[in-house]
């Protein structure tokens, strides 16, 4: 800093102020120019650690998730924190620990020690977690999962108003036998599943409908229970015109039973899915139409809330998941 302050003829608590652009300094835009100049010449860079001494932290947030950096859908996640924590002035340090227990905690530590303005703990999937004991005390959120002891906020999607839509979709386009394949059970405690389950009912109860056991069916968010229920509730008696597959790998197991029953989607039967997982929901044969995870929101979401500061509380977040339209799903009307 005396380099550039002697290059550019100013002080030292100048070049400070003009660095820092500390608001109402009083520099003209040419002593700003002068300055900018001599960094640029003398390839001048803050040091990083001085000013962690000074102001008590770093310009990072720290992100630690389990699979999310190597999941190709979740990885939108870390795109929205980005985002936002660069429009602060702001880096994320990215840490996929693969659900190693031993990777997370020395991760946190390291972050720690950093003085990370704060961490976003995330998730690959919507469950509720167990919060790493190092994180108390540190500004924190749970993000795509949530706390289990409700201390600090979370943000998750709106798997319910998701559900909902997704099957309001299909009794839009005039179907009234709708069938559900879920990823898990209801006792599994999966937030996902008894979420998008709950829309599923509340849709066909505010149609005058019911929820008929006989096309309703939990897999394991696979293919292949996509493949076999479809055949099942395909194969009994007044089989269903609309299959609601609570994600999109469900959908594609499905889609692979129909075209072996001869089946046409969505001439015979409509499907609709959950995540659009961007490598498959578009180049399925017909396109699917799909709810879509709000991911890059989210990881926005996430930081926006570290920067905002506050008391740590256990409040849970919830973004609407939009409806993403392709070719699976008649319009309105033209059901047959």
């Avoid at 550039?4 to 835009?29: E, K, P, W």
């Avoid at 429009?87 to 530590?109: I, Y």
Wanted: charged share 25%; aromatic share 6%; hydrophobic share 40%.
């Amino acid at each position: 800093m005396h380099d550039v302050a002697a290059l550019a003829g100013v002080s030292q608590a100048t070049v400070s102020l003009v660095l820092n652009d500390v608001s109402g300094s009083r520099f003209s835009q040419k002593t700003k120019d002068k300055v900018e100049t001599a960094v640029e010449q003398l390839g001048y860079r803050t040091n990083a650690h001085a000013k962690v001494l000074r102001e008590g932290v770093s310009g990072m947030v720290g992100f630690v998730g389990d699979v999310v950096a190597s999941a190709p859908f979740a990885g939108k996640i870390i795109e929205g924190a980005q985002e936002r924590a660069w429009e602060s002035g702001l880096l994320v340090l990215t840490v996929n620990t693969n659900g190693d227990r031993e990777l997370e905690r020395a991760s946190l530590e390291a972050m720690l020690s950093y003085k990370v303005a704060g961490v976003v703990y995330a998730s690959m999937y919507h469950r509720k977690v167990d919060v790493p004991a190092a994180l108390r005390g540190v500004p924190s959120v749970v993000l795509n999962s949530e706390d289990r002891d409700r201390r600090i906020p979370s943000i998750i999607p709106d798997e319910e108003l998701g559900g909902y839509a997704a099957t309001k979709r299909l009794l839009d386009a005039g179907h009234r036998r709708v069938a559900m394949i879920n990823i898990e059970t209801l006792e599994s405690g999966l937030p996902a599943a008894i979420g998008r389950y709950a829309g599923y009912t509340r849709a066909l109860n505010e149609a005058g409908l019911t929820v008929d056991p006989a096309i309703v069916r939990f897999g394991d968010g696979n293919p292949g229970d996509g493949h076999r229920y479809a055949r099942e509730v395909m194969g009994a008696g007044n089989p269903p015109t609309a299959i609601f597959c609570a994600n999109d790998r469900t959908a594609w197991g499905a889609y692979q039973a129909l075209d072996q029953m001869g089946c046409r989607i969505p001439g015979d039967v409509a499907i609709i899915g959950f995540d659009n997982q961007e490598t498959l929901a578009p180049y399925l044969q017909p396109g699917l139409t799909t709810m879509d995870l709000p991911f890059v929101s989210m990881g926005r979401r996430a930081v926006e809330m570290l920067i905002e500061g506050g008391e740590p509380n256990g409040r849970i977040e919830a973004l609407e998941c939009a409806l993403i339209e392709r070719s699976s799903v008649t319009n309105s009307g033209e059901a047959e």
